[in-house]
C-alpha cells in the first residue's frame, strides 16, 4: 500500500513537473509570436491562438497542483503559486485585449521568469 502511494505521488509531482514545463514553453512561444505579430500578417492570429493555449497551460498547471497536493498530503504551496499563477495570466490577457502594452509586455516578462523559476524548483 505505501508503495502504490509513492508511485502515485511520483506520478502526480512528475505531472506537475509536465505541466510546469509545458506552460514555461507556451510563454516562451508567446514571445515569439509576439515578435511575429510585428513582422507578418498571421502573427495577430498566432499571438490570438498562442494565448489560449497557454492560458489552457496555466489552467493545467493548477489542476497538476491539486492532484500533486491533494492525494499525497504535500504542502499547498504549489498549488498557491499555480493559482497566483492563473491570475498573472488573466491579468495579461485582459491588458492584452485592452491593447495595454506598458502592462502587457513587462508582465510577460516577469511570467516568463517566473515560470522558468518554478521549472527549476521542481
Keep these: 500500500m505505501a508503495t502504490q502511494a509513492a508511485a502515485n505521488a511520483s506520478r502526480s509531482a512528475s505531472f506537475l513537473r509536465i505541466a510546469i514545463a509545458l506552460q514555461t514553453l507556451t510563454i516562451f512561444l508567446q514571445a515569439v509570436s509576439a515578435g511575429l505579430l510585428l513582422t507578418l500578417p498571421y502573427g495577430a492570429t498566432l499571438h490570438s491562438v498562442g494565448a489560449r493555449v497557454m492560458y489552457g497551460a496555466s489552467m493545467l498547471y493548477v489542476l497538476a497542483a491539486v492532484l500533486a497536493w491533494k492525494p499525497g498530503g504535500g504542502s499547498a504551496r504549489p498549488v498557491?503559486?499555480?493559482?497566483?499563477?492563473?491570475?498573472?495570466?488573466?491579468?495579461?490577457?485582459?491588458s492584452g485585449i485592452a491593447h495595454m502594452p506598458s502592462v502587457h509586455l513587462p508582465l510577460g516578462v516577469?511570467?516568463?521568469?517566473?515560470?522558468?523559476?518554478?521549472?527549476?524548483r521542481r
Design 80 to 94: 498557491w503559486q499555480a493559482c497566483g499563477f492563473l491570475v498573472l495570466a488573466s491579468v495579461q490577457v485582459v
Design 110 to 120: 516577469v511570467m516568463f521568469g517566473l515560470s522558468v523559476l518554478a521549472l527549476a
